[in-house]
């Protein structure tokens, strides 16, 4: 049966406890309001550990802007259904005080690759993801941590810090989820009316259109949307851009 827990001690404690020793611990970080492509990224986990766990704290260190916080959806009594459906062993929906007892004073930087594109916009965003990320590895130490590749330079910046701290954790990447127009699943899409889902996913499209860089933003703009950034990036298009001022991201393989 799955446990849901809220206090960080009387997690540690579990976790010291036979059970969940020598046994291959998969955990699926998230911030709730659980779409299909956390279900998917949750159902792997299953698939390929003894143990999943799955935590939902919406980050506060993370936004850079008190709206987009305040925004954020939330639903921890569905969250919890569904993942009680699929089974998972533990949640861990820990509060404020009990992930930051030092109420940020301690804050992990990483220097280059969080400085550009959505950190050049986003000043902070990932000072907060590797913070409490850190935070979520050492309290839950798990064998395996799953990760969007939506999120793909979170993904990079999460796997050189697991890299270069010495975490004895294998990163995971998970393929990005997208509905049948394309559209990448995103929590913040809940904040998009249908028609301006169906805008959306005109993201894609133009990002997989074979466009150069700057006739995919010039398009982009004549779409709608209020564009950021698009860049090229290891073997990828990365993009950040604004639809009715919800912020998206999206990125391709070149
Ligand atoms: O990708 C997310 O949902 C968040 O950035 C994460 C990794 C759960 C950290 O708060």
Same mark, same amino acid.
Do not use: A, D, H, V
């Given at each position: 049966m799955t446990k849901v827990i809220s206090n960080i001690k009387q997690f540690t404690k579990l976790r010291k406890s036979k059970s969940l020793t020598d046994k291959s611990i998969g955990l699926v970080p998230t911030m709730g309001a659980l779409h299909e492509g956390h279900l998917s990224i949750v159902k792997r986990s299953i698939k390929e550990n003894d143990i999943t766990i799955v935590t939902i704290f919406v980050n506060?260190?993370?936004?850079?802007?008190k709206e987009d916080l305040l925004k954020y959806p939330q639903n921890l009594k569905g969250d919890l259904f569904k993942l009680k459906k699929l089974k998972v062993d533990f949640i861990l929906v820990p509060a404020f005080n009990e992930i930051y007892p030092d109420n940020y004073a301690y804050v992990l930087t990483e220097n280059e $690759? +969080?400085?550009?594109?959505?950190g050049k916009y986003r000043p902070g965003h990932f000072d907060g993801v590797l913070t409490v990320v850190m935070k979520l590895l050492n309290i839950v130490k798990p064998t395996h941590a799953y990760f969007g590749e939506k999120d793909y330079q979170q993904l990079k910046l999460i796997k050189a810090m697991v890299d270069t701290f010495f975490i004895d954790t294998k990163i995971i990447a998970h393929p990005i989820v997208r509905n049948k127009n394309g559209l990448a699943l995103s929590?913040?899409?809940?904040? $998009? +009316?249908l028609e301006q889902q169906v805008l959306a996913a005109e993201l894609h499209k133009t990002l997989s259109s074979g466009l150069s860089i700057t006739k995919i933003k010039s398009t982009l703009k004549q779409k709608g949307f209020v564009v950021e950034y698009v860049e090229k990036f290891d073997n990828r298009i990365l993009s950040g851009v604004y639809l009715n001022k919800v912020r998206l991201i999206d990125n391709v393989k070149i």
């Open positions: 506060p260190t993370q936004f850079n802007s $690759l +969080s400085k550009i594109l959505c929590s913040r899409n809940e904040r $998009l +009316s």
